[in-house]
């Protein structure tokens, strides 16, 4: 009982820190307007405010800095590595291509010649070995501190749910920004933080069940990094074919069913794994 | 392991933490010469010496974390414990990974603050140093790559002359190769600039970046072979 509600104290401090890192850049949003580098500045502290929330939550609770999931883990899981790698790529294809085939298009995907899918999956390796790092400021949040915290309250299903939606609606500063720029109507502003509060439990499902098997959180900030890229790895791919200039690669809803079914699917294996490790506990 | 993580962060702290100065020097120029940087030019020049200065000063603090663990009784003493010498050597190729990591964090951090700096200012025509700086730190993996097994083998001293001489025969070598081809360089030359400005049309350039990650994994493979070879040779 004591246990659950430390770990609650520390959800709702942790939770506390970050929802004030989105309410921030709002708070400031007529600075990051008139200032490009004071934009540069926040939206950096933003991106690595789930890290700083960690950090600072476990210093507050005096909870201690042990166990952040911090090694690498190689041995033995370069297949979680490898899964990480190709499953955001793979997603993120299928959300987009098979809906512009069905849609009768399959002329636009003149660029997806094996030399060039060869060149864009070397180039996402690359750069993701490298550049995802920066995304530990997100996963050692997100993954390493609030779906530990918020497993032994809500079950798996609830980490995920919750979880999902929480990270979802923390990217609120960047998904209205246009609309408080008067850029774009509010519906549409809606539309965006849906889709993603759609797309993003998919990957929390995915992401949590890396980290556990791991038992480390680079194999979730590789796996961020490559979906991040991916969707411009494979924009340009489509740009390289014969696609008109106001060809609208809108693909509604089936842009989030690859997400849907990853969530799904790495839902089911937790709750598999989580079964057969029960009888063991008791 | 992580008693190993701790021992590289007290021996090395002020090398890592000295990654993320690196990275700003490009602003720590722009501070200091704050008076004479004005125009578009100014800004790119000081970003270009900054980043380059930058990765050439992250490289030398990089090689500096292998120095002090090149004594036998260490060898010995490492060799026997738990993680043995693979898990020593192995927490060193990840503590200069991450160092690498985090330089390249840190210049992308601040060369962008620099850039938006320059457009609150109003001056056009000032381009990321990004486009230069991550081919660079490939070559700074790969050279990581061929410098460490050479530290290991030989120890921090000797191994750093040994690849000198090396480095030195394959420039020499380069030189020949260009000397032979010099009425075709130009021709040679514009296929490299095509080859890096439509790299994603081709898979070469993408594909030695990824060898130059998989050439840092082989090293971290010989190192492990050459460690205690090398430990022999090593002073008491």
Redesign the interface.
């Known amino acids: 009982m004591t246990n659950k509600k430390d770990d609650l104290r520390r959800l709702g401090i942790y939770l506390l820190i970050v929802a004030s890192s989105s309410a921030m850049l709002f708070v400031f949003f007529k600075l990051i307007n008139q200032s490009e580098t004071a934009f540069a500045i926040l939206s950096e502290v933003f991106c690595a405010a789930p890290a700083l929330a960690n950090l600072i939550t476990r210093a507050v609770t005096k909870e201690g800095f042990r166990d952040m999931k911090l090694h690498l883990h190689l041995t033995g899981n370069l297949r979680y590595y490898l899964l990480a790698f190709l499953l955001p790529f793979v997603c993120t294809f299928m959300s987009y291509i098979p809906p512009i085939i069905l849609g009768g298009h399959s002329d636009w995907l003149g660029g997806f010649t094996l030399k060039n899918i060869v060149a864009a999956i070397l180039m996402l390796a690359a750069q993701g070995a490298v550049m995802s790092a920066g995304l530990v400021g997100e996963e050692l949040g997100w993954r390493g501190y609030m779906n530990r915290k918020m497993e032994p309250l809500v079950g798996v299903v609830g980490t995920v749910l919750i979880g999902g939606a929480v990270w979802s609606l923390w990217h609120l500063p960047s998904d209205m920004s246009l609309y408080l720029a008067g850029e774009e109507t509010l519906s549409e502003a809606m539309k965006t933080v849906g889709g993603r509060l759609l797309f993003l439990p998919g990957y929390a499902a995915f992401y949590m069940w890396l980290t556990k098997k791991t038992d480390s959180v680079w194999p979730a900030v590789l796996s961020h990094g490559i979906s991040n890229t991916s969707r411009t790895c494979i924009m340009e791919l489509l740009r390289m074919g014969d696609i008109p200039e106001n060809a609208e690669i809108n693909t509604g809803f089936f842009e989030f069913v690859p997400f849907i079914i990853t969530g799904v699917v790495f839902l089911w294996l937790m709750l598999r794994d989580k079964k057969k490790t029960e009888p063991l506990r008791k | 392991?992580?008693g190993l993580?701790y021992k590289e962060w007290k021996q090395n702290k002020w090398f890592i933490l000295g990654m993320v100065i690196c990275g700003a020097l490009p602003l720590i120029l722009l501070i200091v010469f704050h008076d004479s940087v004005k125009t578009a030019s100014h800004y790119q020049l000081v970003l270009n010496t900054g980043s380059i200065v930058g990765i050439l000063i992250a490289g030398m603090l990089q090689m500096m974390t292998l120095g002090g663990d090149d004594r036998r009784l260490w060898a010995y003493f490492i060799s026997a414990s738990p993680d043995g010498s693979k898990g020593f050597i192995r927490v060193k190729y990840?503590m200069i990974f991450?160092m690498?990591?985090t330089f390249?964090?840190s210049i992308?951090?601040f060369d962008?603050?620099i850039l938006?700096?320059t457009?609150?200012k109003g001056i056009e025509g000032v381009y990321d140093a990004g486009n230069m700086v991550?081919p660079l730190?490939?070559l700074q993996?790969f050279l990581r790559a061929v410098d460490i097994p050479f530290s290991y083998r030989f120890g921090a001293k000797k191994g750093s002359i040994i690849k000198m001489i090396l480095m030195v025969l394959c420039a020499i070598t380069v030189l020949i190769v260009i000397m032979i081809n010099i009425d075709d360089l130009d021709v040679i030359i514009d296929g490299i600039k095509d080859k890096m400005a439509n790299?994603?049309?081709?898979?070469l350039?993408?594909?030695i970046?990824?060898l130059s990650?998989i050439a840092y994994y082989i090293s971290y493979r010989i190192s492990c072979r050459l460690y205690m070879k090398g430990a022999e040779q090593y002073d008491k």
Request: no cysteine.
């Open positions: 392991m992580t993580v990840e991450f690498i990591l390249l964090l992308h951090f962008n603050l938006m700096f457009v609150d991550l730190i490939f993996i790299y994603s049309e081709t898979p350039i993408p594909a970046l990824v990650l």
